[in-house]
């Protein structure tokens, strides 16, 4: 079973095929704003390195966030382009379950995070049973403190991956070590989701033909776009005005 998996949702592109659990090839590009450009190129080379034809491709996979808006986008409305041109399902999977699968050999409980901007991250927790990642605590969208609040509830060893906790890691670990919980840091090489582990991912759901098709595949988003909530505020604000 041929996987293609796409990761756009936070600032990097990556691509990866896999033939079941066994990586044919993948890439990884760091960019906040160049999705849309590198996408489809990358798409082409992986393929290419994979010695693949895209015709072969049996099933797609793609992270549907939480992450950024308009990179989620890019990669969702890719993935489903795709999927409806081969007639082949699709696996959306969240980048806080990328994010945990990459730590899964830890025996603590695992925060996921991703950088939500405007203050807040996106995280879930979840704990390693029998080398099944098992969600424990839904996505959620709050401020670091709210995140604080749900470790210290919990009241377990942590094991922290992702780019949320690594841009406040300075100001969890300070509130934190007043907890007197055990904590852990992930390699900063894991802040990012990978199409390489996503690919993984989706070949084991793919086999449990836990799957989706293009027009069934809904986003995660959590909160709505800062341009709608822009939208939004600007519209209370002119009808307290007149």
């Known amino acids: 079973m041929i996987i293609l998996a796409i ?32 996408l489809a190129p990358m798409i082409k080379n992986v393929c290419k390195q994979a010695d693949i034809s895209l015709r072969e491709i049996d099933v797609v996979s793609v992270d549907v966030g939480p992450g950024l ?8 409305a890719t993935a489903k382009t795709i999927s409806q041109a081969l007639d082949v399902p699709i696996v959306g999977i969240s980048s806080l379950d990328v994010l945990a699968r990459s730590v899964s050999t830890t ?27 098992v969600e424990v605590k839904p996505p959620v969208v709050g401020t670091v403190s709210d995140c604080i609040v749900d470790l210290v509830d919990r009241g ?10 690594l841009r406040y890691q300075t100001a969890m670990a300070q509130s934190l070590e007043e907890t007197g919980l055990s904590i852990e840091w992930a390699s900063e090489q894991l802040a990012q989701p990978s199409a390489t582990v996503l690919a993984l991912v989706a070949a084991e759901r793919a086999l449990l033909e836990e799957w989706q098709t293009a027009g069934e595949l809904q986003a995660l988003y959590l909160r709505a776009p800062d341009a709608e909530i822009n939208w939004l505020t600007r519209s209370e604000q002119t009808r307290f005005a007149t």
């Open 156 to 165: 377990q060893a942590t094991l922290i991956v992702g780019n949320g906790a």
């Open 107 to 133: 025996e603590r409980v695992v925060l996921a995070t991703i950088d939500a901007r405007r203050g807040e991250l996106y995280w879930a927790m979840y704990r390693n049973d029998n080398s099944t990642c």
């Open 69 to 76: 808006f308009t990179g989620m986008r890019v990669g969702i």
């Open 7 to 38: 990761d756009t949702a936070t600032g990097a592109v990556s691509v990866a095929i896999a033939n079941g659990k066994k990586l044919l090839a993948s890439a990884h590009v760091s960019s906040d704003r160049r999705h849309v450009e590198l």
